[in-house]
């Protein structure tokens, strides 16, 4: 136990998303250390387009290039995907375009590998992915906060 | 300044995705009333359902009970049920039904109204709600965790 | 020619939408009766629910009492449903659901039958949809205007 | 009270659309005189794309240009950006894209802003858009009517 | 090889849809033996509701009382979860809800559990469900057909 | 008869995706003339893109020029479109996009047109459009199968 364990108690969506929440602090190192010490792959970034192919891209490339899910798998690639559109669809709010009505988002996102909830050792590997940051016009501060989590089992 | 600040730093958003994840806990009050402090009015509660229908109309009664929104103007009320329907796109991820495809949600949610950001006065008040809980088969274990957030001015 | 030549000058659709935007006044059943002398089958009506069937339902029984469509031909019945459907799509903005949403419609509704433009003869008969009325929580004044509009060949 | 007064009758959706239909004839500026005699604020255009991202752009510039909204506020933005995404649901009929399936949309706009219904004043300032025109193949006469109303308070 | 060899060429959900859309003859059974001689786990069934939540259900129970999946992994029931919410998005186009809009389905499904390709089986057991059947209303002809697959690994 | 009997038994909708499911085999040309002597105008095809605007011009192109419809007639082409659309719905489960979301697809296609079953003469001509392929990222084997069908009066 750690002086973090009151924010990371708990399954691997609040976890996901606490990260995501706090990763622009100091002490985002440190929360990501807390999260490995507790068993999970761990996956931070940033990424801002006003395209979902570059949102999609991005974190793909990043998760892949740290081995988070095993690239030659494409069982591991698909669970990665659909965790990926789910939170997207949190993000537009019910449908998956940003520049095409105009708009452009700016996000955090971390994805995480392991147990769905510390004592379900059984229920093997999930895989969630939070984003978290703002959707708006291309200017600045005509924008608003968006939050979208993903889960799935990989 | 208080020792939620590290928390509560940012936008009305995370402030109430914060609270959502964070209010099961022993420490729930204490943050609530850090909220307070920030100049914020907020409101939290459980619903557990497989009815849409049941999660709105329970969000909307405790929050006009404790008059976070004026309940003779329907701008307000029209404020609310559209951050409510966005929160709800991130719940159910695409498609607003849970019982009519056989699943049920359970959930936290607080609504929070005032600034955008601490700096935008000129913006006025703005209303964020945010969900956080399970949803999944009508069965213990069944399930996997689920997050929402919608924003609006108002 | 006659005095409502400016308002029922253009296309079905906007003969449709017109007749259902003045179908509240005294002229009504004189604008019915203008439509009528340029060629077009309408069935007018009202209806009110929280529940989509309910809506559906209502058209579908008075277009085939009042045979705008052969009851014995599918594919007549079938272009009516996709034209109240994509009308219902512009009602309900994106999600076809009001009382699961703990949202009631009040409508008007116009279904015309005939041609898709004056001219256009050798493309035979459409059928146009329009719905106009108000959306809302089910309480006086909480609620706004809404109109939809389907046009399918028939 | 004036000549226009039974077809401008009615809440602020009603006028707009009534402007959008009748607005290719030559009486387009005494109707849009006679909305302003109601109090209210009013811009018309076209547009015509197989891009929902020019329409929008369209619609957010002259509203600008003509000060309908206040473009230092995002509120005021927001309202309108909603409002739109509202309208287009109806023109696109649930899936906002045109040309990403080969269509191309030619519209008529009205935009306007003022009291939700004639006796509201509480309710304060409301907006609404209504789009008119067709959707369909890019080629003459390929195309059928559409229609898309979106109204939200500001 | 068998006599089947040239209908069930191929990857699973190629097979799902094969037996689906044989299975109302004669040689149903010798179909799904020859799939059980390929090594694939299979469930056939029917169902026919107003209601996708007894379409669900039924699936379900069928396929948990056959053992297709184990009953006990939450982690192998979201994986024909997901299956079947991918093949209902094909059944509705777009909207999953039947009797909401006076509609009715009667269909036919496969369920198979195994490899995605015959070769590939470093990926490990995939799960496709296939329907197959009429939509329309409650009335007899007034319905044509509709088909829809989802795959997802588990 | 013939010896496709037991496979093309049954509506329009099953005969294009029988078509469709088998037309990699040295029997396609079979097949294909089976259909016609069935009385049925049959086209088939393949197209493969990230882009949904290619694979709806690819099959309106090769339906135009094989004269299943008449190109003079905007309805024929309206019915054609939507079933096309219908079909993309279950291809893409719910969201019409592929490249944007970084996906891309792999099609045969087959268009019918003729009666919607053997004995219902007095419906005329319907029109349906099978696809089944493939859609993953754009590498070889990260990928699984999809299949659409849309039906339409025509």
Redesign the interface.
């Given at each position: 136990m750690d002086r973090w364990e009151?924010?990371l108690?708990?399954?691997?969506?609040?976890m996901a998303?606490?990260v995501t929440?706090?990763s622009d602090?100091r002490?985002e190192k440190e929360l990501v250390q807390a999260v490995r010490r507790r068993g999970y792959l761990i996956v931070t970034g940033k990424v801002g387009s006003m395209?979902?192919?570059k949102v999609?891209?991005s974190i793909?490339s990043s998760v892949k290039r740290q081995a988070l899910i095993d690239s030659?798998?494409?069982?591991e690639?698909?669970?990665l995907?659909?965790a990926m559109?789910?939170a997207?669809?949190?993000i537009s709010?019910?449908?998956?375009?940003f520049?095409?009505?105009?708009r452009t988002v700016g996000l955090r996102y971390t994805v995480l590998r392991g147990l769905?909830s510390p004592n379900?050792k059984?229920?093997?590997d999930?895989i969630?992915v939070?984003m978290?940051g703002t959707i708006?016009?291309p200017a600045k501060?005509?924008?608003?906060?968006?939050?979208?989590?993903?889960?799935?089992?990989i």
């Open positions: 009151p924010l108690r708990g399954d691997i969506g609040k998303m606490m929440l706090l602090g002490e395209d979902p192919q999609v891209g793909e030659d798998l494409y069982r690639e698909h669970a995907y659909h559109m789910e997207l669809l949190g709010r019910g449908q998956i375009s520049g095409s009505v105009l769905k379900a059984e229920e093997k999930w969630a939070a978290y708006g016009a501060g005509a924008e608003h906060e968006v939050m979208g989590l993903g889960i799935n089992h």
